[in-house]
């Protein structure tokens, strides 16, 4: 099929959606690229963002390339040129035709490499204020935007907007060499990698609409650093935990896409060569004798799995782990998930240990949750649907919703 003919054949609306397809699933690696070039971040994301303008403008017309992404890195290259020379531009039917044979004679495999995980350590340069590191790596190298890292890290987008400018503007002003880090500088690095990759996991695996692609970029993130820092336990730990998640995914949901609870899963729909997998990773990480936050959590998800697998009650041994967890990396959703276990033996005890986070956690969808669950094991059905209610109004995920709705009826 000549050229002509395979554009005509392309279905009504291909281009937007292809132009929606590479901006979800290719917008880190290019930017990446483009920002190891410019050095300027916020340049670059604007380079970017008017190239897939000028795709949707130009691609129904003339058909989506044979390699998007090409064109999109030659666009955004030809934007940020634009931008330097200032006003040194030709006009607009050139440009379009020149981008087109850029595009044929880049149609090649693009060098993205380890680009991304080159921007990663970028983010984690000391220069940069420690809070915002994991933050400007989600936005810049997974495309998140602020509203979205804001509500993983707990705090409101308009702080996290200006956060992330600030240090990208840093980044720019103090010249940061787009480079991984040396061996020995690595290790003091990574956990601020490892923590917006999972960041970046459990955006995907809360967003129906872009799991599939965040999750799958947070996976083959955790791989490349494996292979870079094999002796790593924490990277291992993390890779570990989210294939135990993952491998779980297709039985979240029924055959009418209703959410299915965890101790209500069929295993038989698990992935169980991920599984496999997961499990060699977690006990290759305990070789190393340093247990860290990825490695608990994922030794928490293997325990829960094998609950649903044999019926064996690891009550204690889930706490304990729980225990463990909140004196290496304390945080919230830590002390949430210990309150969840803590309700099948003591419920009074986990409702105290709900209450003391209260502040902290007013919208906190799985302290609601957990809250009703609670309530609901004490017989306060009143307060228990009050919970559930609250839970369901701060969940995008129409599923869960539903089943969170559905226990008002209980």
Same mark, same amino acid.
Request: overall charge neutral; proline content about 5%.
């Given at each position: 099929?000549?050229?002509?003919?395979?554009?005509?054949?392309?279905?009504?609306?291909?281009?937007?959606?292809?132009?929606?397809?590479?901006?979800?699933?290719?917008?880190?690696?290019?930017?990446?690229?483009?920002?190891?070039?410019?050095?300027?971040?916020?340049?670059?994301?604007?380079?970017?963002?008017?190239?897939?303008?000028?795709?949707?403008?130009?691609?129904?017309?003339?058909?989506?390339?044979?390699?998007?992404?090409?064109?999109?890195?030659?666009?955004?290259?030809?934007?940020?040129?634009?931008?330097?020379?200032?006003?040194?531009?030709?006009?607009?039917?050139?440009?379009?035709?020149?981008?087109?044979?850029?595009?044929?004679?880049?149609?090649?495999?693009?060098?993205?490499?380890?680009?991304?995980?080159?921007?990663?350590?970028?983010?984690?340069?000391?220069?940069?204020?420690?809070?915002?590191?994991?933050?400007?790596?989600?936005?810049?190298?997974?495309?998140?935007?602020?509203?979205?890292?804001?509500?993983?890290?707990?705090?409101?987008?308009?702080?996290?907007?200006?956060?992330?400018?600030?240090?990208?503007?840093?980044?720019?002003?103090?010249?940061?060499?787009?480079?991984?880090?040396?061996?020995?500088?690595?290790?003091?690095?990574?956990?601020?990698?490892?923590?917006?990759?999972?960041?970046?996991?459990?955006?995907?695996?809360?967003?129906?609409?872009?799991?599939?692609?965040?999750?799958?970029?947070?996976?083959?993130?955790?791989?490349?650093?494996?292979?870079?820092?094999?002796?790593?336990?924490?990277?291992?730990?993390?890779?570990?935990?989210?294939?135990?998640?993952?491998?779980?995914?297709?039985?979240?949901?029924?055959?009418?896409?209703?959410?299915?609870?965890?101790?209500?899963?069929?295993?038989?729909?698990?992935?169980?060569?991920?599984?496999?997998?997961?499990?060699?990773?977690?006990?290759?990480?305990?070789?190393?004798?340093?247990?860290?936050?990825?490695?608990?959590?994922?030794?928490?998800?293997?325990?829960?799995?094998?609950?649903?697998?044999?019926?064996?009650?690891?009550?204690?041994?889930?706490?304990?782990?729980?225990?463990?967890?909140?004196?290496?990396?304390?945080?919230?959703?830590?002390?949430? #998930? *210990? @309150? +969840?276990?803590?309700?099948?033996? =003591?419920? $009074?005890?986990?409702?105290?240990? !709900? /209450?003391? %986070?209260? &502040?902290?956690?007013?919208?906190?969808?799985?302290?609601?949750?957990?809250?009703?669950?609670?309530?609901?094991?004490?017989?306060?059905?009143?307060?228990?649907?009050?919970? #559930? *209610? @609250? +839970?369901?109004?701060?969940?995008? =995920?129409? $599923?869960?919703?539903?089943?969170? !709705? /559905?226990? %008002?009826? &209980?």
């Amino acid at each position: 099929m000549n050229e002509a003919a395979r554009r005509s054949a392309e279905p009504p609306g291909c281009a937007p959606l292809a132009a929606a397809l590479a901006a979800r699933t290719s917008y880190g690696r290019l930017l990446a690229l483009l920002a190891s070039r410019s050095r300027d971040i916020a340049a670059a994301e604007d380079a970017l963002a008017e190239a897939l303008a000028t795709a949707l403008a130009v691609w129904p017309a003339r058909g989506v390339p044979d390699n998007p992404d090409a064109w999109l890195l030659t666009a955004a290259r030809r934007n940020i040129g634009r931008a330097r020379a200032r006003g040194a531009t030709a006009a607009r039917e050139s440009e379009t035709m020149q981008m087109l044979q850029d595009e044929r004679d880049a149609a090649g495999p693009l060098p993205f490499g380890d680009d991304r995980l080159k921007l990663l350590f970028v983010c984690t340069h000391p220069a940069i204020a420690a809070d915002v590191q994991a933050p400007l790596m989600l936005q810049t190298v997974l495309g998140l935007d602020a509203a979205r890292i804001a509500a993983s890290f707990l705090v409101s987008p308009a702080a996290m907007g200006q956060k992330l400018v600030r240090a990208k503007r840093r980044i720019r002003d103090a010249g940061i060499a787009f480079q991984v880090p040396d061996a020995a500088q690595l290790p003091a690095r990574l956990a601020a990698v490892l923590q917006a990759i999972y960041a970046a996991f459990g955006n995907g695996w809360d967003d129906l609409k872009t799991r599939d692609g965040l999750t799958s970029e947070a996976i083959w993130l955790a791989r490349l650093l494996c292979e870079l820092q094999p002796e790593q336990p924490e990277a291992i730990g993390l890779l570990a935990l989210m294939l135990h998640c993952e491998a779980r995914r297709p039985a979240r949901r029924d055959a009418a896409g209703a959410f299915v609870p965890l101790s209500a899963q069929d295993p038989q729909r698990w992935d169980a060569a991920m599984l496999h997998e997961a499990e060699a990773l977690l006990r290759f990480a305990a070789c190393f004798g340093t247990p860290g936050r990825f490695q608990l959590e994922a030794a928490i998800q293997s325990l829960h799995a094998e609950r649903v697998l044999t019926g064996a009650d690891h009550g204690t041994a889930l706490l304990a782990l729980h225990d463990l967890l909140l004196r290496i990396a304390p945080s919230a959703g830590a002390a949430v #998930a *210990r @309150a +969840a276990v803590l309700a099948e033996t =003591d419920p $009074a005890a986990a409702l105290d240990a !709900l /209450a003391a %986070l209260t &502040d902290r956690c007013a919208d906190y969808q799985p302290w609601w949750a957990t809250r009703a669950h609670v309530l609901r094991r004490l017989g306060d059905g009143d307060g228990a649907r009050v919970a #559930a *209610r @609250a +839970a369901a109004d701060r969940t995008g =995920d129409a $599923a869960v919703r539903h089943y969170l !709705l /559905a226990t %008002l009826q &209980d």
